[in-house]
């Protein structure tokens, strides 16, 4: 920095949430006290309360990591005009590889990844000292063909939305929804060019839209496309295009950019997006070198214009070279479905947990929306910051792999020296750059394993930030108004699952490896309440194994006549019923306090049940099964859209479904309970004559039943729905036949027991 650094760049405050502690410890004595009671009663009935305690062991455990995560939230707060102020020039802000991934053309449409580009391109920081990589695991002519149309547009874009500071730089979103009132107090200069602009990228769309229509772009394969003929997506040689060389290297040009395809071959593993970003790492290094890396998901475009520059200001602040390794947004989502219909927007999750973290080590890592640098994804530790030494080098450097180009790069990297030579052309790079791209250059390096993104599990960005943390470096959140970066949540029953069921694999993965971070508080540098907090997150997939245990126990003791909640005529009732009412007044005013509606938080605790019992619990068979070759656990991508009226308004929000076997379990409870609550609404257990009051089920099992009907509602309207909307009936009978079984089992075993 040229003037020494007199303002801060960034603030860390903590904030007050007193209330919210109270709450947080009533809720856990609560807890604690019905899990006393349950202790002192187990002697005085059979399994049913054995499991009960089990399972309420289980969530008083849970709680005590969540109550760990939320107990010293802080806010970091960031000053991007005092970086300037203190950068003086443009010219000492440090140079930003950015990465996006994207994997296939249907599902990740071309237009979405374009206008993340585009947005991309456009951002408030020295355009040559920016680089976009884009990395296509789908190999898609159709992908290129929009990149390369989209560079041409960016030649107008970008100087446009710099010459009238545009803030929202993605053209899909600046276009259709800026408030056409901003354009009635604007020159006759800016509207005249907006409306040019907006013609522009209109016949951008039109282009892109016939090449989707034919799934082919008109190029026939000759010229710049050859490469592209005959390629199967995971079959294929690498492919690497510089589509735009800011070879004079103007601060007010356009960003590096380059397209490539890393190299595929049948039986080859690639690992995934970790695959992806790994090679796009080495790639980068021998093009740009870039002390940097931003990367972002193809969906997540740049909505703040000044995001590199929070980020920034959290990296280079005073103490941050030796401490904090990565600069985490959160992901910010856009044209949200109303109310939040699938619990997936993360908005309470992020506010109150992530902030919550950010207090320790730091936030995790979520693969997407990120700045790392490029030192410590070569496996720097902090200890070893001050004194890179021929050593340490050699050390790091022994596994990364044949190429004396890479090395050097890498060296230069942990030195701090950045940049690559210069009056170098990238062109001139290509041909070191393919070789670090090719299949086999991993084998025998420690790609994926000690350096890079790491392998082995579907959620790579978790495995990777705890490998950070483990070195004992810190983390922080980045949370600038208006959000950094916005992408797509799933708006569908489907696609929902499948993004759960992948991260609950992903997570019990790492918790059953070695990375476990257990492992890594012990013998590592990972904290202890970091520690914790990463325990929470990884024992996702373990929590189906308790909370369908805990849907059972109702069921069961319906049917049998007994019960595992206190009877009306005791005391102890309060206890559960005062939990019912304090956690949902709780979590209610979470969604309240962020700004949501009754219904969002209805959505997001049905949610939570739902996913828990359908997605995460195959996330647990998967994990589980996989040792015997029973499964396979693969990274299946998001399906993402620009635009949700799929079938008019009233029918947005409204729960899909499809053919997946995913569907069953949910289904099943639902028929189960529907049953029971029957049965225990009409009293046909027992005889009426019977009264066996103190023994038989009661209130509060009817209530449980009842309650877990409401929560599988958008289940149970599926039993009468066609179409995307309904349940298959090849679904439901399967599930009526599961429902069946198990209670014709807890009958029989009511009347042996
Ligand atoms: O073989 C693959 C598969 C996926 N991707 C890319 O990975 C990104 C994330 O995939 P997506 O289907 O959008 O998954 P999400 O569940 O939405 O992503 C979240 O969860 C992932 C881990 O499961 C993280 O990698 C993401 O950053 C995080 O946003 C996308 O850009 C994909 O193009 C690849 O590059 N190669
Ligand atoms: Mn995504």
Request: with cysteine; glycine share 6%; hydrophobic share 40%.
């Amino acid at each position: 920095m040229a003037n020494p650094i007199s303002l801060p760049l960034y603030e860390k405050i903590p904030r007050k949430n007193t209330l919210q502690k109270i709450l947080d410890i009533i809720i856990f004595f609560l807890l604690l006290y019905f899990l006393i009671y349950r202790l002192l009663h187990l002697k005085n009935h059979g399994t049913t309360w054995l499991l009960a305690f089990i399972c309420e062991s289980w969530f008083t455990f849970t709680w005590v990591l969540v109550l760990n995560m939320k107990w010293n939230p802080v806010i970091f707060k960031t000053h991007p005009n005092h970086l300037l102020q203190a950068a003086g020039e443009t010219d000492e802000l440090p140079s930003v590889d950015i990465f996006v991934t994207t994997a296939d053309p249907v599902l990740e449409p071309p237009i979405i990844n374009v206008n993340t580009v585009l947005s991309l391109l456009a951002v408030d920081y020295p355009a040559h000292k920016l680089a976009c990589y884009v990395s296509d695991d789908g190999c898609s002519p159709l992908t290129y063909y929009s990149l390369v149309e989209a560079s041409k547009f960016a030649q107008l874009w970008v100087p446009f939305c710099k010459k009238y500071d545009i803030q929202v730089r993605a053209p899909f979103k600046y276009f259709f929804n800026d408030p056409v009132i901003t354009l009635s107090d604007s020159t006759k200069e800016f509207q005249h060019e907006r409306k040019r602009m907006k013609e522009e990228y209109e016949e951008l769309c039109h282009k892109i839209d016939v090449a989707v229509q034919k799934s082919m772009p008109p190029c026939d394969f000759i010229g710049d496309f050859v490469e592209f003929s005959g390629v199967e997506c995971k079959n294929h040689p690498t492919i690497i295009k510089v589509m735009w060389d800011n070879k004079e290297g103007l601060p007010d040009g356009l960003p590096h950019l380059v397209y490539i395809s890393r190299e595929k071959k049948h039986k080859h593993p690639h690992h995934y997006k970790a695959g992806s970003m790994n090679a796009l790492t080495r790639v980068s290094a021998l093009m740009t070198n870039a002390p940097y890396i931003l990367n972002v998901d193809c969906d997540m475009f740049v909505n703040n214009p000044k995001a590199i520059l929070h980020a920034m200001c959290v990296l280079l602040g005073s103490k941050s070279e030796s401490e904090i390794a990565f600069a985490q947004f959160p992901q910010v989502f856009y044209d949200g479905l109303k109310d939040d219909p699938y619990g997936n927007q993360m908005v309470v999750l992020q506010e109150y947990m992530a902030r919550g973290i950010a207090g320790f080590q730091g936030p995790f890592y979520g693969g997407t929306g990120c700045f790392h640098r490029r030192k410590i994804i070569y496996g720097l530790s902090p200890d070893n910051v001050a004194s890179v030494n021929g050593k340490l080098v050699e050390d790091i450097f022994s596994k990364i792999g044949n190429s004396k180009e890479l090395t050097e790069s890498a060296i230069d990297a942990l030195e701090g020296k950045t940049g690559t030579p210069a009056n170098q052309s990238l062109q001139s790079r290509i041909e070191a750059a393919y070789k670090v791209a090719d299949c086999g250059y991993e084998y025998g390096t420690s790609w994926g394993t000690k350096l890079g993104w790491i392998y082995g599990s579907t959620t790579e960005d978790m495995q990777t930030g705890l490998r950070i943390h483990k070195r004992g470096w810190r983390s922080a959140y980045c949370t600038p108004n208006p959000p950094a970066f916005l992408g797509c949540a799933p708006s569908g029953g489907p696609t929902t699952m499948t993004q759960q069921k992948r991260w609950a694999t992903g997570l019990l993965e790492i918790l059953l490896s070695r990375n476990c971070p257990i492992f890594a508080f012990l013998f590592e540098k990972l904290q202890w309440r970091q520690c914790l907090a990463y325990v929470w997150l990884l024992t996702w997939g373990l929590r189906p194994v308790f909370e369908l245990c805990y849907a059972a126990l109702p069921a069961y003791c319906i049917i049998a006549d007994s019960h595992f909640l206190p009877k009306v005529q005791e005391p102890a009732l309060y206890v559960p019923v005062a939990l019912f009412l304090t956690y949902n007044i709780y979590t209610l005013s979470e969604y309240l306090r962020t700004g949501q509606s009754v219904r969002a938080w209805w959505n997001n605790q049905r949610m939570a049940r739902v996913t828990t019992l359908t997605a995460w619990l195959f996330g647990f068979f998967s994990v589980m099964l996989k040792p015997f070759g029973l499964s396979e656990t693969v990274f299946e991508v998001t399906q993402k859209e620009q635009s949700i009226d799929i079938g008019g308004a009233d029918d947005e929000g409204r729960f899909t479904f499809n053919e997946s076997p995913i569907f069953v379990p949910g289904t099943t409870i639902l028929l189960v309970h529907l049953t029971t609550l029957v049965v225990s609404l009409l009293k046909l257990q027992h005889p009426p004559a019977d009264h066996h009051d103190m023994h038989g089920s009661g209130l509060g099992e009817t209530f449980y039943s009842g309650w877990l009907v409401l929560f599988f509602l958008p289940f149970f309207k599926g039993l009468f729905q066609k179409g995307r909307h309904g349940i298959p009936k090849a679904t439901i009978y399967k599930s009526a036949t599961l429902a069946f079984l198990f209670l014709y089992w807890c009958k029989r075993t009511a009347m042996t027991g």
